[in-house]
């Protein structure tokens, strides 16, 4: 399985796991809008074991994390692989897409 | 036994045949070496690139569209090019946005994949010669 998803407390836990092709990235955003039209305005990616993401797959999160900020929620994306983490720094996103580092540090603050 | 100095691919115009990208990357880096990194940029330059044509650049379904690849080594860098019977599309007339958190209210989303295809290369250079867009892309091998 590649996205995982689960409520936990005030927020989402998404799991993103190895190579996400077309098909999974429409499923991702599906997933997004269906929490988001229920009012779920916080957002946790755990990207530990996401291999790789494309432009398209970015996009998703940029636009998930512009429509959360409308509702003063907001996405963060947790231990990105070295590759990942690169492509974040080269497209300038790493603070608008709140990379933070530790699982369990970070679930911390939304509990 | 002497390494291959080239690959040659051809790609059909289905989005699903960008499944097959990574397994030909990942022989490219086996066989020449390539270390993880740059075979990271190579896959994403290549898959922006092949899905902008499926997705943009045929005017409909046709069994003559065709996109090829040939990648080459020197002891430099290794040279890519792009070869397709899309609508002409040259890169180099694009905008690139790269997207600063300074700017996010404005934020477009657009423009991304381009600006990660001309910052992961070292060269670009595009030709449109009978109905065919070419397009070399280099990438600089590490000393």
Redesign the interface.
């Known amino acids: 399985m590649k996205i995982r998803s689960k409520n936990i407390s005030s927020f989402n836990l998404f799991e993103l796991n190895g190579?996400l092709?077309?098909d999974d990235l429409i499923e991702l955003e599906n997933q997004i809008n269906e929490k988001m039209k229920y009012g779920s305005k916080y957002f946790v990616f755990d990207i530990s074991q996401l291999s790789?993401i494309?432009?398209?797959g970015?996009?998703i999160l940029?636009?998930t994390?512009?429509q959360l900020k409308l509702f003063d929620g907001y996405l963060v994306l947790v231990d990105p692989m070295?590759?990942v983490k690169?492509?974040m720094k080269?497209?300038?996103?790493?603070?608008?897409l709140r990379l933070r580092y530790g699982l369990k540090e970070t679930i911390k603050e939304f509990i | 036994m002497e390494k291959e100095k080239k690959f040659s691919y051809s790609f059909n115009d289905d989005?699903n045949e960008?499944?097959r990208l990574?397994d030909i990357v990942h022989a490219m880096g086996k066989e020449w070496a390539i270390d993880?990194?740059l075979q990271?940029s190579i896959?994403?330059v290549l898959?922006?690139l092949i899905?902008n044509i499926i997705f943009y650049g045929f005017k409909r379904k046709d069994s003559n569209n065709i996109i090829n690849l040939v990648a080459l080594i020197n002891k430099d860098e290794i040279v890519i090019t792009l070869s397709d019977n899309a609508i002409k599309f040259n890169i180099l007339e694009q905008e690139e946005k790269?997207?600063?958190?300074k700017s996010?209210d404005d934020?477009e989303?657009g423009g991304?994949?381009i600006?990660?295809i001309k910052?992961?290369t070292s060269f670009i250079k595009y030709n449109r010669k009978n109905g065919f867009n070419y397009l070399t892309l280099s990438f600089i091998l590490k000393p």
Not at chain 1, 90 to 96: A, G, I, M
Not at chain 2, 98 to 101: D, V
């Open positions: 190579r092709n077309q790789y494309n432009s398209s970015l996009r940029i636009k994390q512009k070295k590759n690169e492509l080269l497209s300038e996103l790493e603070d608008f | 989005i960008i499944a990574e993880e990194k990271f896959n994403l898959e922006e899905s790269a997207i600063s958190s996010v934020m989303v991304l994949g600006h990660f910052n992961l």
